[in-house]
């Protein structure tokens, strides 16, 4: 699987961004994805997460109420809309692809990651 983020760039705070992660593979529906961040100088951290059918939905706590992750299997994308954004949102945006039974949060849980897309949020 290869996994292609977009999306990114330069907003205010309180703006809004949608990113873009399309994937390539068959295999597309059968993998649960997740979104994650990478903030400067700061370790890669978990964002949102969804499962193979989009049925459930998880979320840091630093973002819940603001983000939303949502996917599309016959167009092998997955979305995450960003709304309210904060000078904290700040970072380096990665999808990734969850290995079966793995825990969303951690990053060893995931084997194909996109290149990134980079999300800056001016105050």
């Known amino acids: 699987v290869q996994l292609q983020a977009s999306g990114g760039g330069l907003v205010q705070a309180g703006g809004s961004l949608t990113l873009s992660c399309a994937a390539s593979?068959?295999?597309?529906?059968?993998?649960?994805m997740s979104w994650f961040r990478q903030p400067p100088g700061k370790e890669r951290e978990f964002v949102a997460g969804?499962?193979?059918?989009?049925?459930?939905?998880y979320y840091s706590d630093s973002v819940k109420g603001r983000f939303t992750i949502s996917r599309d299997n016959e167009k092998n994308t997955v979305y995450l809309q960003m709304h309210s954004l904060k000078p904290d949102d700040t970072a380096v945006y990665y999808c990734?692809?969850?290995?079966?039974?793995?825990?969303?949060?951690?990053?060893?849980?995931?084997?194909?990651w996109g290149q990134g897309t980079l999300v800056t949020v001016s105050s």
């Open positions: 969804i499962s193979w059918s989009g049925a459930n939905t």
């Open positions: 593979g068959r295999t597309f529906s059968s993998y649960a």
């Open positions: 990734a692809t969850r290995r079966p039974r793995g825990n969303y949060y951690f990053t060893t849980s995931y084997d194909y």
